[in-house]
């Protein structure tokens, strides 16, 4: 449990309960929204983005697989020109510059023989304009071509592109192709990439493509520097998927090795196994959904903070008249019941309210009532009578009951006015019954100036014995003292005579349904009666019955005293005067001194008490 419980309730009041609870809420809401929205629409965009990328490597692949296609055309028709016999009286180079004139990318075109496993060249054509204006010589074209072991699969019937820029020193591309299906000859031709790159400048957007054969080299890249220093890209997940795959296009998502996370594409242009490979960051193909989600995320932000403004000050209105009816909860707890709050909404914090305020209007009735039963019952009666606990009927216990009375009280209040009379009895009450409440015994009742009183009921202790005579002997002292103020104010002494028995009796209801008393009754009930009275004949003040002398004798000095008769009981009674505690040093030795304490003497011959002067 908390230690501080104030602190617990200052932390989490019903307002800051009720203002997370919502806040809570409205933020689960949102942020599921933001989070459902997000993923659907990054979602779609990857679609879009893949489809796209598919798209822009289809439409390259088909342009390029376009232009090689008349590119192969092109260089079949010039080398068919300048071998046709129809032609040999015409000036030869008058094709080749025609040709070269009018598209200057072709740099040198070739057929080549297979010798072993080396290229043997039959026929080559120089573009020389092209040459000079790339600073490219006769030999580095041939030995970029002869070294090139690549192109002599060409004489499998293969098409084959590779790069020749390193050799060669400009971005150039090798392309062989069979010469008019002879797999003795072959076609090689050597052209500048800008013949194709227009297809590969990255003009705008996110997607990069390029062109790459089956060794996984970049042929063709909007970036020459790609091309110059022929990077070699074969471990790229989308080469690999390219070069395994039956199909001619597909997509592929991978991390790079940045650890950057990758849309990959492809194309096949039906060349040698060359693709189309068209790739696009995934953080800026989502850049925008990020963007949105970063949007929404300060939307969320701002719109919790205007909902805790809202939320809190509804929830002071709501929660205001609850905090009310806590601080009158604990003025109710503290004992003030004057609870001085109303309602201002009829709903149902305000009906709570009204009913609130009824109830601690019955609970100071209830109070009243229950402070007027205890000044004429016990407390612990009038506690179970408040609770419904006592019912008509009773039951058989063992106690002890008490019995004291005034010694001439008649004669003693003689002539004394009736309200003199009630204030005296009053002030003698008070302090004979605080004697009987510091011994845990309990008043029974009052006749007239007699005290009846127990132990033991309604509950039972192992010194209830005990407890009685030690009440008796403090209503002796008690007395002595209160004498000494009577007799300052010039009023006579009184005395009186206490009876004291032990055993069983019927406690419990007496009486109707409609008046019921909470008493004892029996024979042990009379005899502490018989027992009271008999201080008359002894000149004592405390007389015990030998039941509950039996129960005491080793706790406290007695006398015992002449068996008599007593009225109403058929046996005669052996009766014991008590001195005093055991280990009192300044308790009496025997009866007569015993008197001198309590202050008054005795006339054996007639029964009377006098105070001694």
């Known amino acids: 449990m908390n230690p501080n419980p104030e602190n617990r309730e200052k932390s989490w009041t019903i307002r800051r309960k009720l203002a997370s609870l919502m806040l809570v809420t409205i933020f689960l809401a949102l942020t599921g929204m933001i989070l459902t929205a997000t993923y659907f629409f990054r979602k779609d965009v990857e679609t879009r983005i893949k489809e796209n990328a598919i798209q822009v490597a289809i439409a390259i692949g088909s342009k390029i697989r376009s232009d090689f296609t008349l590119i192969i ?3 079949n028709l010039l080398l068919s020109l300048t071998n046709d016999s129809n032609f040999q009286n015409l000036d030869p180079d008058s094709f080749e510059k025609i040709f070269f004139k009018n598209d200057k990318y072709f ?3 070739g057929i080549f023989s297979q010798e072993g496993s080396s290229l043997v060249e039959n026929k080559i054509l120089f573009n020389k304009n092209s040459m000079l204006e790339f600073n490219i010589t006769e030999d580095t074209l041939l030995k970029s071509v002869i070294s090139n072991s690549n192109f002599q699969k060409t004489f499998q019937g293969n098409v084959i592109l590779e790069n020749t820029s390193q050799e060669i020193g400009v971005t150039t591309l090798g392309l062989s192709f069979p010469f008019r299906d002879r797999k003795d000859k072959c076609i090689v031709a050597i052209l500048h990439t800008k013949k194709i790159l227009e297809s590969f400048e990255k003009k705008s957007g996110i997607i990069e493509s390029q062109l790459v054969n089956s060794n996984g080299d970049v042929i063709a890249h909007f970036d020459d520097k790609m091309i110059l220093t022929r990077k070699n890209i074969f471990d790229n997940p989308v080469v690999k998927n390219m070069l395994t795959s039956k199909f ?18 492809f194309r096949k242009i039906g060349l040698s196994d060359s693709a189309i490979i068209s790739t696009v960051p995934e953080d800026k193909a989502l850049e925008e959904v990020f963007n949105i989600r970063r949007r929404n995320i300060y939307i969320l932000i701002i719109t919790l903070c205007v909902a805790f403004l809202i939320v809190y000050n509804f929830s002071v209105t709501l929660t205001k008249p609850i905090v009310n009816l806590l601080h009158a909860t604990r003025e109710v707890q503290k004992g003030n019941y004057d609870i001085k709050i109303e309602p201002k909404y009829n709903d149902e914090v305000g009906q709570l309210t009204e009913s609130f305020v009824e109830m601690s209007i019955g609970l100071k009735e209830r109070e009243k009532a229950r402070e007027a039963l205890k000044r004429f019952v016990n407390e612990e009666i009038a506690e179970m009578a408040l609770k419904g606990e006592l019912k008509l009927g009773g039951e058989k216990k063992e106690c002890v009951i008490f019995f004291s009375d005034i010694r001439n009280f008649t004669s003693l209040t003689e002539g004394m006015e009736p309200e003199d009379v009630l204030e005296f009895l009053n002030e003698y009450f008070t302090h004979m019954v605080n004697c009987v409440n510091l011994t845990d015994g309990k008043i029974d009742k009052f006749i007239g100036d007699a005290i009846m009183a ?7 202790s192992e ?5 009685a005579v030690n009440g008796a002997l403090l209503m002796r002292f008690t007395l002595r003292d209160f004498n000494v103020r009577r007799k300052l104010k010039n009023k006579i002494p009184i005395f009186i005579g206490c009876g004291i028995n032990s055993g069983p009796v019927i406690v ?22 018989r027992l009271e009275s008999l201080n008359k004949e002894f000149g004592t003040d405390i007389i ?7 129960k005491v004798k080793d706790k406290f000095k007695f006398v015992k005293l002449e068996k008599v008769k007593v009225k109403g009981i058929s046996l005669s009674q052996v009766a014991y005067a008590v001195l005093g505690e055991i280990d009192d040093p300044n308790c009496p030795k025997d009866l007569e001194e015993l008197r001198k304490v309590i202050g008054f003497s005795w006339s054996k011959k007639d029964k009377s008490f006098k105070p001694i002067s």
Do not use: A, C, H
């Open 544 to 550: 015990i019955s030998s039941n509950l002398y039996e």
């Open 463 to 467: 010194i209830d014995f005990e407890n």
């Open 248 to 265: 001619n296009n597909g997509q592929i998502r991978y991390e790079n090795e940045l650890g950057e996370f990758m849309l990959g594409s």
């Open 107 to 109: 740099i040198m075109i």
């Open 508 to 529: 419990g209801q007496i009486g109707s349904y409609e008046k019921l008393q909470y008493t004892v009754i029996g024979d042990t009930v009379n005899l502490s009666s």
């Open 73 to 75: 055309e092109k260089i």
């Open 454 to 460: 127990t132990w033991g009921i309604p509950i039972s």
